[in-house]
């Protein structure tokens, strides 16, 4: 099912302050990827914004509260709004993240890493199963960035999520910025990550750069993006048959020259492996 996905091309997470620039400079941009949230009980100049934008690029819904982790379930009143999002937009796929944003009823506010336990991985499949009750759509899921890493392991996070997404069925949105940010703070070697990978699931990539606090480096998503993200990223695109490569940034938006560089290289990078045109 999953190979049989368009191939999208070179996309950007779509912030309001491109609107203008995004018109202008449309024929560098692909498709866009839109946070749902913004989208859900939205006013009507939103609504009206989401039927602009979809009437020019194809648009790829990218969720944050679903909170697929949370052993309790999912919020049901959340799923049936997403689900009529995804209805209206009619995607070839949607994403969220392998993660919890809710415990005990209470919105935490941040994307929260899982333990790496088989009992993890039965509650993000038991979620992932009542959220293809009412979204047929493929979903693919995204690894994040942390802090802390959960005591009791009983794999590693590759492998946990490799697990969770073959069990699933699931497709996997591979945020490289991520797995480098994780690798430099944690001290391990992407290369064994990936290796665990099951690369036949690998449908879109996020990228973008961060920063440096005290000997930390942030998943910011506030400056550009780094040498070494862009090596990783030519790593996986030269061994997976991408949908999809999307630059995401949230924080001290650039000019768009900048951003518009930024799609050339990655479009450079699918095209030097045969991605697309």
Known sequence: ?????PTLGVGLGFREPFKS???LN?????FLEIVAEHYLDAPVQKQQELE???AHFPIIPHAINLSLGSAEGVDTDY?????????????????EHICFTKAGGVDIGHLSPLPYTKEAVEVLCRNIAEVRRFIDVPLILENITYMVKLPGAEMTEAQFLAEVVERSDCGLLLDVTNLHTNAVNFGYDFHDFLENLPWERVVQLHFVGGHWHDGILIDSH?????TEVWQLMDEVVAQVP?????LERDENLPPFTEIAKELQT???IGRSHQRWG
């Open 1 to 5: 099912m999953l190979s049989q996905l």
């Open 242 to 246: 991408i949908k999809g490569i999307v």
């Open 266 to 268: 990655a479009r450079d």
């Open 52 to 54: 602009i934008l979809a």
């Open 222 to 226: 506030s400056q550009s993006t780094p």
């Open 21 to 23: 620039d995004l018109f």
């Open 79 to 95: 799923l049936h709004k997403l689900a009529a999002l995804i209805e209206q937009i009619n995607p070839p796929w949607w994403s």
């Open 26 to 30: 449309r024929q560098q941009v692909d």
